[in-house]
């Protein structure tokens, strides 16, 4: 027996009707620390040991700041899916479902946005 | 929650411990995510906050930690991948899932010992 009809079937979305994207945009993510987090390692690597006038300097390069922007871009977006859906799966009671998910929504986007106001300050140095 | 396996009584598979090992690295590494944009503010404002910062990691304790987080991200990479070809739909059949476990911890392994050997050596 169909439960659905031919246009819900072809749209794909059971049930759950939204959050489909969730899955796509978790592995776009992943791609991108993929390739992100060799490189930056390698660079890491570079950068010993690690002393302040070292890192001050390697950090006031564009390229190197876009770099690790990037990677806090996804990092963050990955980890925020991550945390969510460890929390749908594990946190029965909605109300502390929900106040957790808002708690690490807010964490993860201020931890993003002080990292990148850290990365822009960096920029500057002579 | 699944009710199934249960979870006292029956041995879980290797897969299956790599599978929590994932989400717990995950959730480790989500959390240290505010620990690094400490440690680049403590960078941008100068060299006595970022000495500060260094100090924190400079003993055995803060080596140890060091040590765990890299593991964590370098493990939840390659288990990552082995995620991904799980969702091109390759390798599922019960020897491949064995073996690219043992591959995953293995070279996990190898790439964090290999990290902090490059480490120990360039800072002598």
């Known amino acids: 027996m169909r439960f659905e009809d031919s246009l819900a079937r072809a ?24 390739l992100l987090s060799p490189m930056l390692a390698l660079w890491l690597l570079q950068q010993i040991p690690f002393e302040y ?9 564009p390229w190197v700041a876009s770099l690790w922007a990037l990677w806090l871009l996804a990092g963050t977006y990955h980890a925020q899916l991550g945390i969510q859906m460890v929390l749908e799966d594990y946190i ?4 502390w479902r929900y106040s957790l998910m808002i708690s690490s929504y807010i964490i993860l986007s201020f931890s993003l946005f002080w990292a990148w106001a850290a990365l822009i300050k960096l920029l500057v140095y002579e | 929650m699944p009710l199934s396996p249960h979870l006292q009584t029956y041995r879980l598979p290797l897969t299956a411990w790599l599978s929590i090992l994932h989400r717990g690295t995950g959730v480790v590494l989500a ?28 003993n055995p304790i803060g080596y140890l930690f060091a040590f765990a987080l890299s593991f964590a991200l370098i493990y939840h990479l390659c288990n990552g991948v082995r995620h991904m070809f799980w969702d091109m739909g390759w390798g599922f ?4 899932i064995q073996r690219s476990a043992y591959t995953v911890i293995g ?8 990290f902090w050997t490059i480490v120990y050596a360039s800072s002598l």
């Open chain 1, 11 to 34: 749209k794909g979305q059971g049930s759950g009707h939204s959050g489909h994207h969730h899955f796509i945009a978790q592995r776009l993510s992943a791609v991108f620390l993929l």
């Open chain 1, 53 to 61: 006038e070292n890192l001050r300097h390697a950090f006031s390069d």
């Open chain 1, 92 to 95: 029965q009671h909605l109300a």
């Open chain 2, 31 to 58: 959390l240290s995510l505010p620990l690094l944009a400490w440690g680049l503010h403590s960078l941008s404002r100068g060299n006595d906050s970022f000495g500060y910062f260094l100090s924190l990691l400079n």
């Open chain 2, 93 to 96: 059949d019960k020897t491949q």
């Open chain 2, 107 to 114: 070279v996990a392994l190898l790439l964090t010992f290999s």
